[in-house]
């Protein structure tokens, strides 16, 4: 149960123009499939509530970093291709070693974050980054298109790859694809303000977090953190 003080919505859209999910994301929105939701908090396994950051990232004015151009070197050597989002058996089996990984909130099934009927096409367009090894798959990102932004959805590897640090890999070529679509901004999910998993994600340059009181984006070194409601009993 939430405070009532914390924002948590959820809507059900079958389908969404470019426009309407550019509108979404600016507003801190999510979705999976044709679930829609934002929240301002998430409950953490200690019993602790996390404050969660929306993020955003300034296409024109990013550059990587070092250990990021280090990351693009290692893996020059794999082939990468852009195509229609889609969901098959390789996709699912790779899905399934790569969800060893986490110990808690363990989705079911790829198909929980993109519909199965149509993944290319609902509720919006959606592309594929994938990198393989002289054929091998050993990752692929999924990307949703709107008209001035994109949006990382889910991205997956081969945990035997994981020195390789494909998830990073992917969300650089994402950023490539959007400045080459001409796209002002990348999506790349929730983070949280106290440390978590998703700290990654805070390690790319040109961040920009979305305020909930405010409604508007600010630099993510900018983004202070309200005291920390109480545990749960």
Known sequence: MYPASFLHQDALLPQASPQMMDAAWSRGWRHFGEHFFRYSHSLAE????????PLRLAVADF???ARLR???????DLTVEIAPARVDAAREALFLRHRQ???SNIPDSL????PSADPANLPCECREIRLLDQ???LAVSYLDLGHEACSSLYALFEPAAARRSLGFCTLLHEIAFARHSGRRFLYPGYA???PSHYDYKKSFPALQAYCWTTGQWLPLAHISTPPAPPHLP
């Not at 200690?46 to 950051?53: A, K, T």
């Not at 198909?111 to 993109?114: A, I, K, T, Y």
């Open 70 to 76: 280090r990351i693009l070197r290692r893996n020059a």
């Open 63 to 65: 550059q990587p970093t």
């Open 111 to 114: 198909s929980q974050f993109l």
């Open 101 to 103: 990984r986490f110990h």
């Open 135 to 137: 054929g091998q798959l």
């Open 192 to 194: 949280t303000a106290e």
């Open 46 to 53: 200690d019993g602790s509530w996390q404050h969660i950051l």
